[in-house]
């Protein structure tokens, strides 16, 4: 098995290599299919690695590949850590992201960086395999900063554009904001606990789980501070309020990667630290609270923005940070499982979300404001259909994978007892109707209604290539189907079984999944249940509102959003963050570095030090200079002056005068 780890992991990594390198030289269709070769044999590799930890009683593989190196008592490795955690984020990652790259051959189809785009894919894919597989905190940076690394490369893949340049320097600097936290978190690991290997790790502050630190005079469990400062690296890659304000602005990049990052790879990131440190996290009440309450924040808030967006992507941007903030809230819950679960089933209807929204904007001639779609189910049939697939999972229909795992987790922090879980509850109920209403509110601008589509545009789609639109809906396809049905043969055993005994820790009296087990009779049962949940009447009356304001009577809409005139500007303008970001962070910085630069550098150093200083030379050698006149009367009268003052002083001396 370990020939086959190391295959799935560095398939990709040769991939982007030869299109990166070589990719003029071999031409873009050769490009294109030694990348989706690659990935798909890493993504075939998963699937094998994923049924032989579950069905075929592979043991759990934690063994060091590769030493970097030995400082002190401290080993460097390269090293695989491979359980069902690691088997399932492998199948997700590779899987999706083969998804992504069979579509971005028609996606990018006229593209003049065709073989950097599918090198970039490859290479994130690599990164992202490189972080759930690793086995100690070290490779596990290395892959987190991997896929940071190649997230900025990727929105900014247009990098003629000033949106886009913008976009992925600002991706950057507030990831580099939650690294610290997560670089700070690995650092404290290593000094409390000597190792940065994870076995070693846990075992270590399992032995000593009330050890404490003194930080500015108080005292604090060590298990908290660790907890917080990797969640802080967390809430950076995975989007979390007040870190979240990169994820939309991510949208500048190509659709395809919007769907990778959004879907299956680097927000998901956070989440599965989180729940890989199930064990440390365990012992802090106070982190697992944090945790559970910014969840709840994202998830509400960040869905009520969503409601107010005119872009197609960025109304599902907003979606996936909601989503996000569900996973956190049942990671702070304790139901890391249900977490897990809704990451692997959000990846599937999240990613078709995206790769249709990218059917639809290609079709329009790169269109992507809703105000001037419409009636698009004319054009685009099979598009239609597996969004539609993807936003009834989305919201939570019965039967549908996205229901299984959202209820899951609304059943889950109704049980938790912990600070924080009243807020996070009533925060998920009420995000169901909201998540509800601006998905079936997309749905109707785009699909039904008047058609609104701009001639040139309709004039577009008529004159695509024949096999752009049928190579990016075979994904969709394929991906409406684990949309559907994932969730009903996965919620058993992930949730209920075994599947994550010996991976996920949690602490005794903390197990909220015990109590949502006890009203689970089967998938069949607990779908047909839904109709005496609160949650299923929130999703129905956020469809029946989303179609009465934008089909029935979209006339009301202006007098609406003129008495809730101040909410929607609130809305609009995202409630500040990137105001405050720009004006307050970056233009205060860009405004203290101005007055050093004129007060220190120009005032202080050039003024006064350097040419301040050369002035006064100047001065002193243009004042000496003037005695320097080479008339010899000057010099004998300079010279009976001077003779003159030696007399008085000797005189005065003499005299007593001094």
Same mark, same amino acid.
């Given at each position: 098995m370990k020939s086959v780890y190391v295959l799935a992991v560095f398939a990709p990594l040769v991939g982007a290599i030869i299109a990166g390198l070589m990719g003029r030289r071999i031409g873009r269709s050769a490009s294109a299919a030694i990348t989706v070769g690659a990935v798909g044999l890493s993504a075939a590799l998963s699937l094998w690695v994923l049924?032989?930890?579950?069905?075929?009683?592979?043991?759990?593989?934690?063994?060091a590949l590769y030493r970097w190196g030995t400082l002190g008592g401290l080993?460097?490795?390269? /090293?695989?850590?491979? =359980?069902?955690?690691?088997?399932?984020?492998?199948?997700?990652?590779?899987?999706?992201?083969?998804?992504?790259?069979v579509y971005t051959i028609g996606y990018m189809h006229d593209d003049d960086g065709y073989e950097r785009f599918f090198s970039y894919i490859n290479l994130f894919t690599f990164a992202m395999l490189m972080l759930v597989m690793a086995n100690n905190f070290l490779q596990l940076f290395f892959g987190w900063e991997a896929v940071g690394l190649v997230s900025y490369l990727l929105i900014g893949f247009w990098y003629r554009k000033e949106t886009a340049i913008f976009a992925n320097l600002k991706a950057f600097l507030v990831n580099r904001v939650g690294d610290f936290g997560f670089l700070l978190g690995i650092a404290a690991i290593l000094y409390f606990y000597g190792s940065l290997d994870y076995a070693e790790v846990f075992q270590a502050a399992a032995a000593d789980p009330e050890a404490t630190m003194s930080i500015l005079g108080t005292e604090a469990l060590v298990a908290t501070v660790v907890a917080v400062l990797l969640f802080i690296g967390a809430m950076g890659k995975s989007a979390q309020v007040p870190l979240h304000v990169w994820l939309p602005d991510s949208m500048e990049g190509p659709t395809p990667i919007s769907a990778l990052i959004h879907a299956a790879t680097m927000v998901t990131a956070g989440i599965f630290l989180v729940a890989r440190m199930s064990p440390v996290f365990e012992m802090s009440e106070a982190a697992l609270s944090l945790v559970l309450v910014l969840g709840a924040i994202t998830a509400l808030f960040m869905g009520l923005v969503g409601l107010v967006q005119t872009d197609i992507k960025r109304v599902i941007a907003y979606s996936t940070l909601s989503q996000l903030g569900y996973m956190f809230v049942a990671l702070g819950a304790s139901a890391y499982a249900a977490g897990v679960f809704h990451l692997m089933t959000h990846a599937f209807f999240k990613a078709l979300l995206f790769l249709g929204a990218g059917a639809i904007i290609v079709?329009?001639?790169?269109?992507?404001?809703?105000?001037?779609?419409?009636?698009?189910?004319?054009?685009?049939?099979?598009?239609?259909?597996?969004?539609?697939?993807?936003? +009834?999972?989305?919201?939570g229909t019965p039967f549908f994978s996205g229901y299984y795992s959202k209820d899951a987790i609304i059943e889950a922090v109704n049980?938790?007892?912990?600070?924080?879980?009243?807020?996070?509850?009533?925060?998920?109920?009420?995000?169901?109707?909201?998540?509800? +209403?601006?998905?079936?509110?997309?749905?109707?601008?785009?699909?039904?209604?008047?058609?609104?589509?701009?001639?040139? @545009?309709?004039?577009?789609?008529?004159?695509?290539?024949?096999?752009?639109?049928?190579?990016?809906?075979?994904?969709? $396809?394929?991906?409406?189907?684990?949309?559907?049905? $994932? &969730?009903?043969?996965?919620?058993?055993?992930?949730?209920? &079984? =075994?599947?994550?005994?010996?991976?996920i820790h949690v602490a005794p009296g903390n197990d909220v999944l015990v109590n949502v087990a006890g009203h689970f009779d089967g998938p069949t049962a607990f779908a047909l249940a839904a109709v005496t949940h609160l949650a299923f009447w929130l999703a129905l009356a956020g469809a029946i509102t989303a179609w009465y304001f934008y089909i029935r009577r979209p006339d009301l809409l202006p007098a609406i959003n003129q008495r809730l005139g101040l909410v929607v500007r609130v809305l609009e303008r995202k409630y500040g963050f990137d105001d405050l970001y720009n004006v307050g962070f970056a233009g205060g910085g860009r405004s203290l570095g101005r007055a050093l630069w004129r007060i220190g550098d120009q005032g202080l150093i050039d003024g006064l030090i350097v040419n301040g200083?050369?002035?006064?030379?100047?001065?002193? @050698?243009?004042?000496?200079? /003037?005695?320097?006149?080479?008339?010899?009367?000057?010099?004998?009268?300079?010279?009976?002056? &001077?003779?003159l003052v030696l007399l008085t002083i000797f005189v005065a001396n003499w005299r007593g005068w001094f």
């Amino acid at each position: 098995m370990k020939s086959v780890y190391v295959l799935a992991v560095f398939a990709p990594l040769v991939g982007a290599i030869i299109a990166g390198l070589m990719g003029r030289r071999i031409g873009r269709s050769a490009s294109a299919a030694i990348t989706v070769g690659a990935v798909g044999l890493s993504a075939a590799l998963s699937l094998w690695v994923l049924y032989q930890h579950v069905w075929g009683g592979a043991p759990v593989f934690n063994e060091a590949l590769y030493r970097w190196g030995t400082l002190g008592g401290l080993i460097v490795e390269i /090293g695989f850590l491979v =359980d069902r955690l690691t088997a399932l984020m492998m199948v997700v990652v590779t899987t999706v992201s083969l998804a992504v790259h069979v579509y971005t051959i028609g996606y990018m189809h006229d593209d003049d960086g065709y073989e950097r785009f599918f090198s970039y894919i490859n290479l994130f894919t690599f990164a992202m395999l490189m972080l759930v597989m690793a086995n100690n905190f070290l490779q596990l940076f290395f892959g987190w900063e991997a896929v940071g690394l190649v997230s900025y490369l990727l929105i900014g893949f247009w990098y003629r554009k000033e949106t886009a340049i913008f976009a992925n320097l600002k991706a950057f600097l507030v990831n580099r904001v939650g690294d610290f936290g997560f670089l700070l978190g690995i650092a404290a690991i290593l000094y409390f606990y000597g190792s940065l290997d994870y076995a070693e790790v846990f075992q270590a502050a399992a032995a000593d789980p009330e050890a404490t630190m003194s930080i500015l005079g108080t005292e604090a469990l060590v298990a908290t501070v660790v907890a917080v400062l990797l969640f802080i690296g967390a809430m950076g890659k995975s989007a979390q309020v007040p870190l979240h304000v990169w994820l939309p602005d991510s949208m500048e990049g190509p659709t395809p990667i919007s769907a990778l990052i959004h879907a299956a790879t680097m927000v998901t990131a956070g989440i599965f630290l989180v729940a890989r440190m199930s064990p440390v996290f365990e012992m802090s009440e106070a982190a697992l609270s944090l945790v559970l309450v910014l969840g709840a924040i994202t998830a509400l808030f960040m869905g009520l923005v969503g409601l107010v967006q005119t872009d197609i992507k960025r109304v599902i941007a907003y979606s996936t940070l909601s989503q996000l903030g569900y996973m956190f809230v049942a990671l702070g819950a304790s139901a890391y499982a249900a977490g897990v679960f809704h990451l692997m089933t959000h990846a599937f209807f999240k990613a078709l979300l995206f790769l249709g929204a990218g059917a639809i904007i290609v079709a329009l001639h790169h269109e992507q404001d809703m105000r001037r779609m419409g009636n698009l189910r004319r054009y685009l049939p099979i598009t239609h259909i597996t969004m539609l697939l993807a936003t +009834l999972a989305l919201v939570g229909t019965p039967f549908f994978s996205g229901y299984y795992s959202k209820d899951a987790i609304i059943e889950a922090v109704n049980y938790a007892d912990r600070a924080g879980a009243g807020f996070a509850y009533v925060a998920v109920l009420l995000g169901v109707f909201i998540t509800s +209403l601006y998905s079936f509110r997309l749905y109707f601008l785009v699909f039904w209604g008047e058609d609104r589509v701009d001639p040139h @545009a309709r004039e577009h789609m008529q004159h695509l290539p024949r096999y752009v639109l049928p190579v990016m809906q075979w994904p969709l $396809i394929v991906l409406a189907v684990p949309s559907v049905v $994932i &969730g009903y043969f996965t919620m058993g055993p992930m949730l209920f &079984g =075994d599947f994550f005994e010996g991976v996920i820790h949690v602490a005794p009296g903390n197990d909220v999944l015990v109590n949502v087990a006890g009203h689970f009779d089967g998938p069949t049962a607990f779908a047909l249940a839904a109709v005496t949940h609160l949650a299923f009447w929130l999703a129905l009356a956020g469809a029946i509102t989303a179609w009465y304001f934008y089909i029935r009577r979209p006339d009301l809409l202006p007098a609406i959003n003129q008495r809730l005139g101040l909410v929607v500007r609130v809305l609009e303008r995202k409630y500040g963050f990137d105001d405050l970001y720009n004006v307050g962070f970056a233009g205060g910085g860009r405004s203290l570095g101005r007055a050093l630069w004129r007060i220190g550098d120009q005032g202080l150093i050039d003024g006064l030090i350097v040419n301040g200083s050369a002035r006064t030379v100047g001065r002193v @050698a243009g004042l000496i200079r /003037g005695f320097q006149s080479g008339y010899l009367f000057h010099y004998a009268f300079v010279m009976i002056i &001077g003779l003159l003052v030696l007399l008085t002083i000797f005189v005065a001396n003499w005299r007593g005068w001094f």
